[in-house]
């Protein structure tokens, strides 16, 4: 490990994440999807195996090679996302929502291909919501169990990133929400990444900035300080 890194300091810990972006079908060759590649989900895989956790990793059409050492599961849709993230959830010790769930899909999906000679000139697709797994998620989950979801927001500040962060982790009731910016970086690099992190009360945890992978350390520690084997240990009756 590099200086500095903990070395299998996550031995034991069973981390349960999704990555990738959902693709809602339209029809047979159709989907509405999005451009998220995947690569924080994987980094943060790559970096907890490395730490010596049970990774399990639930990827929705990732653009880059699935992380290694982690056991994988794949899904097209949000709603196969769903089934399989609560399906794992009991198994799991540490839930990381980074997943770009399509947040409507179509109403109705056509048996047969959609024709634009049936279609005509204008077509109005119908979408409704797609149910909110985090939120389900973070509702559901044990006492001991620790739910993070990501967000990226179009800020101009540091104000205004924090106010929208601090609505979301409210809204959706996780223990921690990684801010993922758009904005901060001059030429915002693929490889790179910079977030903040906010625990349930909204308060800033960490701020990085690197490299997918280092960032994916830097949010491992902050949110796996207050996680079974820690709570394990405290003396009863501990604060
Ligand atoms: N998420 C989810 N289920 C959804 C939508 C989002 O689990 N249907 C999760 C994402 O995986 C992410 C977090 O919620 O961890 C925040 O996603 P984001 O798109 O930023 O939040 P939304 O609630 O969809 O709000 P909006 O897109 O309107 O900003
Ligand atoms: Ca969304």
């Known amino acids: 490990s590099k200086p500095g890194e903990p070395d299998r300091d ?4 069973r981390v349960l994440i999704s ?3 959902t693709r809602e079908p339209l029809d047979p060759v159709r989907f509405i999807g999005n451009r998220s590649s995947g690569k924080q989900g ?3 895989a790559e ?3 490395a730490r010596g956790a049970e990774v399990t990793f639930v990827g929705a059409h990732l ?3 699935p992380p290694r050492g982690a056991t994988i599961h794949s899904v097209e849709t949000a709603e196969e996302l769903r089934v399989e993230m609560i399906a794992l959830l009991p198994e799991a010790d ?3 929502m980074a997943a770009a769930v399509a947040d409507y899909r179509p109403r109705t999906v056509s048996e047969g291909k959609i024709k634009k000679d049936v279609t005509g000139d204008v077509l109005t697709l119908e979408l409704v919501k797609n149910p909110d797994i985090l939120a389900e998620l973070a509702a559901s989950k044990a006492e001991h169990q620790v739910v993070v979801g990501f967000a990226a927001e179009t800020a101009r500040t540091q104000e205004e990133l924090l106010s929208l962060g601090r609505a979301k982790v409210a809204r959706k009731r996780c223990d921690y929400l990684v801010l993922n910016t758009v904005g901060w970086t001059e030429g915002f690099a693929t490889d790179g990444n910079t977030i903040m992190v906010l625990d349930r009360d909204g308060h800033r945890v960490i701020e990085a900035e690197g490299t997918k992978l280092s960032v994916a350390h830097s949010i491992l520690t902050a949110v796996s300080t207050r996680t079974p084997s ?6 009863p009756g501990a604060p």
């Open 63 to 65: 653009e880059i090679e």
């Open 19 to 21: 990555a990738g972006g």
């Open 94 to 96: 540490l839930v990381i």
């Open 10 to 13: 996550l031995e034991g810990l």
């Open 42 to 44: 994987v980094a943060l």
């Open 230 to 235: 820690e709570i394990a240990v405290e003396p």
């Open 47 to 49: 970096a907890a195996v």
